[in-house]
């Protein structure tokens, strides 16, 4: 597969049919050290839509597969549940992301941006990611493990894509402040799926 450039055409895709990405997965363009002096917090985002290549990049930094053998992953998970699903909020609806087979699989037609956080700048930016525990991945712990777990695999992730944004130049921050219950039911969640957290992420607004 030949690798989008950055100049290509944003993000065009009709749901709900799903997006492949791209696997092409290049080296980060700073130090390490000098990731973790860029990341931070950031609430002030463009409506600018993000590449293909770009949130291909994103997701396999999140919680992508970094060994073939075993399908792991590039972010921990307690007791290697893999309990935690990223779902992408984008203008075009509403996806799951799918390391494996490297696409993003179509969940709902509709834009839901909105939806995900009671601050006014998720329905503008142009990803919110929402972290999803498939605690049925986790039956032998107990609930209260499971809960423990889940946050904490969140975490991992979660700060993976601060590190990705700090070394591409976007803005994130996570958010806590979401309406689980509405959201779960607006997605379709099923009874052993917990929303955990949610992260918006987009360019900078100049």
Partial sequence: MNKPLETQAAL???????LELDADITPLSMSLMEVLRKRKSSREFSTRTLSIYKLSRL?????GI???EGGLRTAPSAKDAQEIDIY??????LYRYDPHQL???PVLADDIRADTGWQDFVGDAPVNLIYVANLERMSAASRVEQKF???LDTGFISQNVY???AAEGLATVTRGWVDRPALA???GLGPGQRIVLAQTVGYPRA
Avoid: D, H, K
């Fill in 12 to 18: 065009q895709l009709i749901a709900p049919s799903s």
């Fill in 149 to 151: 777990y889940a946050a």
């Fill in 66 to 68: 970094n060994r073939e």
């Fill in 103 to 105: 696409l993003l699989q």
């Fill in 185 to 187: 039911e607006r997605m």
């Fill in 59 to 63: 997701l396999w930094c999140a919680f």
């Fill in 88 to 93: 992408v909020a984008l203008a075009t609806g």
């Fill in 163 to 165: 590190l990705f944004c």
